[in-house]
């Protein structure tokens, strides 16, 4: 699917999902030579899972490719829980919630921080009646830990509300150039996708 710096490259557009780079920028990014990057990033764009825009600016086609994109946003999943307090409270969570139909992320200062001053965690889930019983699942989940934790569940319903409305500050807009997607990395496309036609 990907080469190894494939692979790289797409971790920084999937982890800035509505910005848009150039080659220069990309290559500083991950601290490759630029005649590589510019070699790589051309048989992306060819392959339709980025986009070149007329002023050589490239960008994220999120709205493609979504199961190619998934499987990026696990290798940065699979990054990120290397400090294993954070695995151990997303297995945890994902443990205790019992729905067909869930995304789980953590976004915020979190995302970039060793040490943030708090952990913002988001769970988009179908139903909206069970929004506080999500809630207390996560929050006793959470009382096992010592650290501080803005917790947020929302409805699709509303996920898709928030993102069709681009330019307010809202948590999911907020999720879109920081974030780290736990569980769900597919549905989580699929709806900015559809909120964005």
């Given at each position: 699917?990907?080469?190894?710096?494939?692979?790289?490259?797409?971790?920084?557009?999937?982890?800035?999902?509505?910005?848009?780079?150039?080659?220069?920028?990309?290559?500083?990014?991950?601290?490759?030579?630029?005649?590589?990057?510019?070699?790589?990033?051309?048989?992306?764009?060819?392959?339709?899972?980025?986009?070149?825009?007329?002023?050589?600016?490239?960008s994220l086609n999120y709205?493609?490719?979504?199961?190619?994109?998934?499987?990026?946003?696990?290798?940065?999943?699979?990054?990120?829980?290397?400090?294993?307090?954070?695995?151990?409270?997303?297995?945890?969570?994902?443990?205790?919630?019992n729905l067909d139909f869930?995304?789980?992320?953590?976004?915020?200062?979190?995302?970039?921080?060793?040490?943030?001053?708090?952990?913002?965690?988001?769970?988009?889930?179908?139903?909206?009646?069970?929004?506080?019983?999500?809630?207390?699942?996560?929050?006793?989940?959470?009382?096992?830990?010592?650290?501080?934790?803005?917790?947020?569940?929302?409805?699709?319903?509303?996920?898709?509300?928030?993102?069709?409305?681009?330019?307010?500050?809202?948590?999911?807009?907020?999720?879109?150039?920081?974030?780290?997607?736990?569980?769900?990395?597919?549905?989580?496309?699929?709806?900015?996708?559809?909120?964005?036609?």
């Open positions: 699917m990907f080469t190894k710096i494939q692979a790289e490259i797409m971790k920084v557009f999937a982890s800035k999902i509505t910005e848009k780079f150039s080659i220069k920028e990309i290559s500083e990014a991950i601290k490759k030579p630029y005649p590589l990057i510019h070699k790589s990033v051309n048989q992306i764009i060819q392959q339709n899972f980025l986009i070149k825009d007329n002023k050589k600016l490239i709205k493609k490719n979504i199961s190619e994109i998934a499987y990026i946003e696990s290798i940065r999943k699979e990054e990120f829980l290397k400090n294993k307090t954070l695995k151990i409270i997303a297995e945890d969570i994902l443990d205790k919630i869930f995304i789980m992320l953590i976004f915020g200062s979190a995302v970039n921080s060793k040490e943030p001053r708090d952990i913002d965690i988001l769970i988009i889930i179908q139903d909206k009646q069970k929004i506080s019983e999500v809630e207390k699942i996560i929050l006793n989940v959470l009382s096992n830990f010592s650290k501080k934790f803005d917790i947020n569940v929302i409805s699709a319903e509303s996920a898709y509300s928030m993102l069709s409305k681009r330019e307010e500050i809202n948590i999911l807009n907020e999720t879109l150039n920081k974030h780290i997607l736990l569980f769900g990395a597919e549905n989580y496309y699929r709806i900015l996708k559809n909120a964005r036609q």
